[in-house]
């Protein structure tokens, strides 16, 4: 009797290590895979607030279904609204800090709103930890290559006030 507490607990700690590593692969849940096809469908017909409706209703089937938020940001980029899109990358970045499209992703959305500083932060983030012959490396290289330099205007000297007489 005196082992009691300490047997139920070892088993306990068994029982939960076991089903630990069962739930280490998860598959996604098919009504949520319908709704994401259902929403790159509609975001390749242009229709963005139709494809955002059913990306988020296959995170509300699917919660823990990360890649979602990988097709939520680009309909925000084809809305023009790379803030948002930015915060979709990120979030997809916490979820899986190893997610290079999320981090290449939020790069071009940094090009696209001028950020360019940031976006070669992030380049040499995904230079260092994917290579450079990686495919999202290449494409956010791309990305920053096609963004033409922004040119600051030199003063041009003002005309002197003509002095009145």
Do not use: H
């Given at each position: 009797m005196r082992f009691a507490p300490a047997a139920a607990a070892l088993s306990l700690l068994f029982a939960?290590?076991?089903?630990?590593?069962?739930?280490?692969e998860r598959a996604d849940d098919p009504r949520a895979l319908a709704l994401v096809a259902?929403?790159?469908?509609?975001?390749?017909?242009?229709?963005t607030q139709g494809a955002v409706d059913a990306f988020e209703a296959a995170l509300a089937v699917d919660p823990g279904m990360s890649?979602?938020?990988l097709d939520l940001a680009e309909a925000a980029r084809a809305d023009?609204?790379?803030?948002?899109?930015?915060?979709?990358?990120?979030?997809?970045?916490?979820?899986?800090?190893?997610?290079?499209?999320?981090?290449?992703?939020?790069?071009?959305?940094?090009?696209?709103?001028g950020a360019m500083?940031?976006?070669?932060?992030a380049l040499t983030e995904l230079e260092e930890r994917c290579g450079e012959s990686c495919v999202e490396t290449q494409q956010l290289a791309a990305a920053i290559a096609?963004?033409?330099?922004?040119?600051?205007a030199e003063a041009t000297p003002t005309e002197s006030a003509v002095s009145q007489n």
């Open positions: 939960v290590t076991a089903s630990m590593s069962v739930a280490g259902e929403g790159q469908q509609l975001l390749d017909a242009g229709n890649s979602v938020f023009g609204l790379q803030g948002k899109a930015i915060r979709y990358y990120r979030e997809a970045r916490d979820r899986d800090p190893d997610n290079f499209a999320a981090l290449s992703g939020e790069g071009e959305a940094l090009v696209e709103k500083t940031a976006a070669r932060e096609a963004r033409p330099a922004v040119m600051t």
